[in-house]
């Protein structure tokens, strides 16, 4: 079905099962992300499979389905994707398929423990958490005993910023149009120069970003984050926000101040604002990023592969990760990688349509 046509008790069964699952509780598998990625889509090609038995619901699966294949809800701004089922409860994902009328299904952050899609795993990689049960100066002193000087290189850098800038000045829940604004035209001028895909291009994926930044959800939404030094814009970040975690998600910084790390004084900020807030966790995402490795304490395996119905797509499918397969093995360097990035880049592409 359409998220849109979930009924109130559907969405709650939904919600509970998240809340009974471990590392199922990020906002991006909530059926308010199935929603919200409708709504932005203007209802193309999003779906839900409902997996139900003896009449009760059991498992759901959101999707961007289209004629052939289907990747996750939200394609390429989507972080985590796959099934949110009943603790126990044994899903066939061929099964999926054919409900969905597709041939194969295409992921690339299932989580591990994914009984029905981890089999399907062709590589890994992972996700950098931060978790915070018990505040954050338990946590910083976890970092410096792992032997981790970033918090207090930061210290450091915010006193500098200080004497030679002004005192820094930190908001959570802002509803500045103009800090959000100006988020997106750091984002897109660092896409333009580090040559990477402008995702908000689609049209739809700017829509998304505004309809958080309106949204007000117990539970769920984005949530802007800025950073001043004085009343000058430092750093600011736009959060997808779940229940108990803080999903790390659009961040920037003005060029002028990159000496002092303002992005990572700003996520410190967060960090010790969650201390009065009724998140203990805040997910950095996957990437393999040095601030990402210092800064988290906990990570969470994700797997990619593919699931198909006999048929020509999922042949094709096969075939491409034969050929990555073994351009990795051969170990050429860079070139042994181009597969792989040729792989992602097709994929991102189909996300955003």
């Known amino acids: ?66 004629k052939i294949t289907a990747i996750a809800a939200g394609g390429a701004m989507c972080d985590y994707e796959g099934l949110v089922a009943e603790p126990g409860f044994v899903v066939d994902p061929q099964a999926l398929l054919r409900a969905l009328g597709v041939s194969r299904y295409d992921f690339s952050h299932a989580l591990e423990n994914d009984a ?12 950098w ?30 006193r500098k910023a200080a004497r030679e800038v002004a005192e820094p000045q930190f908001t959570a829940w802002s509803t500045s149009r103009t800090h959000f604004d100006r988020l997106f035209e750091l984002k897109r001028e660092q896409y333009r120069l580090t040559g990477q895909t402008d995702v908000f291009e689609a049209g739809w994926t700017m829509r998304l970003m505004d309809d958080l930044f309106a949204l007000k959800l117990p539970g769920y939404g ?12 430092a750093a600011v970040q736009f959060h997808l926000m779940g229940e108990r975690v803080i999903h790390a998600w659009m961040i920037a910084h003005e060029p002028a101040f990159e000496r002092y790390s303002p992005g990572l004084l700003l996520f410190q900020d967060i960090l010790r604002w969650m201390d009065d807030a009724p998140y203990t966790r805040l997910d950095l995402g996957y990437g393999d990023y040095r601030f990402k490795r210092e800064l988290s304490n906990a990570q969470t395996r994700l797997t990619y592969g593919f699931v198909g119905l006999p048929s020509a797509a999922t042949l094709m499918r096969e075939a491409a990760y034969a050929l990555r397969q073994t351009a990795e093995q051969l170990r050429l360097g860079g070139v042994s990688e181009l597969p792989g990035k040729a792989m992602r880049r097709i994929d991102l592409i189909r996300g955003l349509r």
Do not use: N
Not at 145 to 154: F, N, R
């Open 1 to 66: 079905m359409r998220p849109m046509e979930l009924t109130p008790a559907l969405q709650t069964r939904w919600l509970e099962f998240q809340r009974l699952s471990e590392g199922r509780d990020t906002p991006f598998l909530s059926p308010c992300w199935a929603r919200s990625v409708e709504a932005a889509k203007g209802g193309r090609g999003v779906r839900v499979a409902v997996v139900s038995e003896a009449g009760e619901p059991r498992a759901f699966m959101p999707v961007s389905a289209g």
């Open 116 to 127: 029905a899609l981890a089999p399907y795993g062709r590589g890994e990689h992972v996700s």
């Open 129 to 158: 958490l931060i978790d915070m049960p018990d505040g954050y100066e338990v946590y910083a002193a976890g970092r410096r005993a792992a032997g981790v000087s970033a918090l207090k290189d930061l210290d450091r850098k915010r």
């Open 222 to 233: 984005g949530t802007l984050f800025t950073l001043h030094f004085g009343d000058r814009l």
